[in-house]
């Protein structure tokens, strides 16, 4: 959990590989899902919440879900950041924080 926790956070690679800013297109986009997708798999870890909010993946996730260049970007970011809601109101905080509300009320609109 620690090694992907840590490529999720990055401030240079890490964020720009999970929202799919790399600038690489189509190819991007999917290693932007292949990491949401281990990253929604690690979530259902018992403590994942916390190590997720440790090494900064929540922050991570959240900018995913507001620069996805898929669909399936998005999707896969809001199951991972749905279980971390669920398992801790610390990280439905930080995702409020980060104004994945306001990103929502516009994938909806």
Same mark, same amino acid.
């Given at each position: $959990?620690?090694? $992907? +926790? /840590?490529?999720?956070?990055a401030e240079a690679s890490g964020v720009g590989v999970v929202s ?5 297109? *189509? %190819?991007s986009a999917q290693l932007a899902y292949e990491v949401g997708f +281990?990253?929604?798999?690690?979530? @259902?870890? %018992?403590?994942?919440? =916390? *190590? @997720?909010?440790? +090494?900064? %993946?929540?922050? #991570?996730? +959240?900018?995913?879900?507001? #620069?996805?260049?898929? =669909? /399936?970007? %998005?999707? !896969?970011? $809001? ?6 809601? *669920? ?8 995702? !409020?924080?980060?104004? $994945? *509300? ?5 994938? #909806?609109?």
């Amino acid at each position: $959990l620690g090694v $992907l +926790c /840590k490529l999720a956070a990055a401030e240079a690679s890490g964020v720009g590989v999970v929202s799919g800013g790399g600038g690489g297109g *189509d %190819a991007s986009a999917q290693l932007a899902y292949e990491v949401g997708f +281990c990253l929604w798999t690690l979530s @259902f870890a %018992a403590g994942a919440a =916390e *190590d @997720f909010l440790r +090494c900064g %993946a929540v922050d #991570a996730l +959240c900018a995913s879900v507001q #620069a996805a260049p898929r =669909e /399936k970007v %998005a999707r !896969v970011g $809001l199951a991972a950041l749905r279980n971390l809601a *669920d398992a801790s109101p610390v990280a439905g905080e930080r995702m !409020v924080a980060r104004g $994945l *509300d306001r990103a929502l009320a516009t994938l #909806a609109a």
